[in-house]
């Protein structure tokens, strides 16, 4: 991640309030200069998306459990746009199921982060995520390095 410029651009996209805040909260005091923007499902996450005007963001963070468009299809959506195609999408969720992250590995996400239960373990990965340069890590990307070990 592009860490020494001026922000890192930071979509993160969650139905639960909570899971919001303490994203934001873990996010301010890793230290790392950032823009954040939240969306509560994935239907305004891809209306937000698809506007001419938007940025592609450094990375977005993606539940998988949402009302109106889920995590998977706002995935799937996100991937076949061509603007997205190296957009770092994070999984970001409390499943544990294989089924999932092997779907999710298939429709294009770059790491699969299970919802950690404690501040300071959020704080870690957080920074770890943010620190990993993409554009290489994703050229070997594979199963193995695909789900985020806490």
């Known amino acids: 991640m592009k860490l020494n410029r001026e922000k890192v651009n930071i979509i993160f996209t969650d139905d639960d309030i909570d899971d919001c805040n303490m994203f934001a909260d873990a996010l301010n005091e890793v230290g790392i200069n950032h823009k954040l923007d939240l969306f509560h499902d994935g239907k305004d996450l891809l209306a937000y998306l698809n506007k001419e005007e938007t940025k592609v963001p450094d990375i977005l963070f993606l539940d ?3 009302p109106f468009t889920n995590g ?6 996100i991937r076949s ?3 997205y195609r190296d957009l770092t999408i994070a999984i970001y969720s409390t ?3 294989e089924k ?7 429709a294009g996400a770059n790491v699969y982060i299970r919802k950690p239960n404690e501040f300071s373990t959020l704080k870690r990965v957080l920074k770890e995520v943010l620190e990993i340069n993409w554009q290489y890590y994703s050229s070997n990307l594979n199963k193995d390095t695909f ?3 806490i």
């Open 72 to 77: 998977l299809d706002s995935l799937k959506q």
């Open 100 to 106: 999932d992250q092997e779907e999710t590995f298939i």
């Open 81 to 83: 746009n061509k603007k």
């Open 95 to 97: 499943s544990s199921s």
């Open 64 to 66: 998988l459990n949402m």
């Open 147 to 149: 789900f985020l070990t």
